[in-house]
């Protein structure tokens, strides 16, 4: 037997790729069961987040499991093996089981150290367990990336910062057009995404927040939380009319922010210039959009661009939880021989 890990991420594939990759979470639970039932497949977790969809199973013989975890994937987004291919990557036993725990302690991830991930794997942990895809071997291996994760951030400062995607996107609008202080910011979702971009934007100072939400309560609350205000969906024409910046944020599936509603919105309005940033997966943002006069998107391809170049306050802890993670490698290898 042998541990595989196949995905893609936001370094393998462009935005438009790997959003067809993503598996919303009341999708899956059956997606995993499915899986573990396939002929060279004994145990599965699938971790599909904003910025990659991997595949970790347990598998009987490699190539027959690559096989069963590639036309999965290629079942799941409508790519054909020859468009996936190309963006895939893979790793096996000891190389496989580095890669999940650099992932859990965010050393793989579009901002450095960011502390979303863990909570992530973790979940897609728990749906497989309670799916019965995930036993004894893999249930062994994501407690041991957890410790991995844990230890990575209790014992470095690889956190410290800007350790999350929303975080990092209020850091770049500001570095894109400076003060925020009496912009008028509209934060679409009011999920973790746009929770953690709205404290942001609080944190920052100055800015007139909106939170457009479905759910009137939830965006309620975290309007309360960052002295903003908060409208439903009803009115977000209205909210992108007026806006400075509009950061999305949802997870919705379907984009909420179309070519047609922002030019109709922006027509006569007398607004400036509009920035929007579109963190959803799949995204929230007509690709349209970005085309409109006055109207500049960035997406996550960007995001992840302009984290690149501010690593260095916190690429000097890399190599310490390397050393963690290189610990936790061997306690599992000794651990899952006993």
């Not at 042998?2 to 993503?22: K, Q, W």
């Not at 002929?39 to 190539?63: G, K, M, P, W």
């Not at 190309?86 to 036993?93: A, E, K, M, T, V």
């Not at 400036?272 to 109207?295: F, T």
């Amino acid at each position: 037997m042998s541990i595989l890990v196949i995905g893609v991420n936001h370094r393998s594939s462009p935005v438009a790729l790997l959003e067809r990759l993503t598996l919303a979470p009341d999708t899956l639970g059956k997606a995993v069961a499915g899986l573990a039932q396939r002929d060279n497949i004994r145990e599965a977790v699938v971790l599909s987040t904003c910025n990659r969809t991997e595949v970790y199973v347990v598998a009987e013989l490699f190539h027959g499991a690559y096989g069963d975890v590639r036309d999965f994937l290629c079942e799941i987004s409508n790519l054909s093996v020859d468009e996936l291919t190309p963006h895939l990557y893979s790793q096996h036993d000891s190389a496989a089981v580095t890669h999940l725990f650099e992932v859990a302690a965010g050393l793989d991830s579009v901002v450095l150290g960011e502390g979303e991930i863990l909570g992530q794997v973790r979940t897609a942990w728990e749906t497989a367990q309670l799916e019965g895809a995930a036993r004894t071997s893999l249930n062994l291996l994501f407690r041991s990336s957890i410790e991995a994760g844990k230890r990575a951030r209790s014992e470095t400062g690889i956190s410290r910062g800007t350790a999350s995607i929303s975080h990092a996107a209020v850091e770049m609008i500001t570095d894109v057009i400076g003060d925020l202080a009496g912009k008028r910011v509209a934060v679409i979702g009011a999920g973790s995404m746009g929770e953690g971009v709205a404290v942001a934007l609080h944190r920052a100072g100055g800015a007139t927040i909106t939170v457009v939400n479905r759910s009137p309560e939830r965006g309620a609350s975290l309007a309360a939380r960052v002295d903003g205000k908060t409208v439903g969906f009803e009115q977000l024409a209205d909210v992108v009319a007026v806006a400075d910046v509009v950061v999305a944020g949802t997870g919705a599936g379907d984009p909420v922010i179309t070519a047609d509603l922002v030019a109709r919105a922006r027509t006569g309005s007398g607004a400036g210039s509009l920035h929007i940033v579109d963190i959803g997966m799949p995204r929230d943002v007509e690709p349209e959009v970005g085309a409109l006069s006055g109207v500049t998107v960035f997406d996550l391809d960007d995001l992840s661009a302009w984290a690149d170049r501010g690593l260095a306050h916190r690429a000097g802890e890399a190599d310490r939880v390397r050393a963690i993670v290189n610990e936790e490698v061997e306690d599992f290898a000794v651990e899952s021989t006993a």
